[in-house]
DNA sequence: CCCGTACTCAAGCATCTGCTTTATCAAGCG
DNA sequence: CGCTTGATAAAGCAGATGCTTGAGTACGGG
């Protein structure tokens, strides 16, 4: 009964792909790592803002850092992706199949009447 | 070209799924129509915060809204959802090629060496 | 050891959010 | 018509967000 937890990933993780600089990172990233120099330098921004936006990507665990001399390059982590995924997936699911009940029922009838 | 719409549709549709209100709503959606006052009993809230939920949830395309009589009732758009998929999985699909791509070099050194 | 590079921390600031309260509107009932 | 019901509009407010500048911190080269 840990919903509450799965909301709170939830909620970093769309809040996290609702701003284009981060979606622009994931894509990024989805073709390899990336330092915080590169990122500023690709959005003409500064390495601090670059920094903030990674933060809330690493909070959502869209992204994880690691260690090479002075840089702390950061590589993409899919299965965060894969998250957000498949709690569409469900919505889009349960629609699907309640539309299938309504067309069976209006077959049925052959006709839209009391509506 | 018209790619900044596009990144705009996103932010829309990201940021309207990043509000954990909103995502519950788009799956009390999913299994039927609902009106204002409903969702207001629903989550303990004013009509009109739900209101302004429903206009984020509009403006990013999840929903559409009718009449019927004093009410207003709202209905799920799956399409917009296929949307936010269809971009995650773009981003997944980059980086499974990748992977598949150190996978084969990985193999043919047979070795992790100078790393 | 000093200096440059890559980066983080902290504070400030304009703007945006999520919610409230108050006021208004349109539809239907008596 | 007056009144209730379902809903929106507008204004206000505490808190979050995105960015900036300024001041550190950590690592490595010379």
């Keep these: 009964m ?3 937890i ?3 990933r939830l909620d970093a993780l769309f809040t996290a792909l609702g701003d284009r ?3 622009d990172i994931v894509v990024r990233l989805s073709s390899g790592e990336a330092t915080v120099k590169e990122l500023a330098e690709r959005y003409a921004m500064t390495m601090q803002a670059v920094s903030q936006h990674l933060r809330v990507l690493e909070r959502s665990g869209l992204i994880s850092r690691g260690r090479h001399r002075q840089t702390r390059p950061c590589r993409l982590e899919p299965e965060a992706l894969a998250v957000a995924v498949s709690w569409i997936e469900e919505s889009r699911r349960t629609w699907a199949e309640r539309m299938d ?3 069976t029922r209006l077959a049925q009838l052959q006709e839209g009447d009391d509506r």
């Design 2 to 4: 840990d919903a509450t």
């Design 6 to 8: 799965d909301e709170e």
């Design 101 to 103: 009940g309504l067309e």
């Design 21 to 23: 600089t981060r979606r």
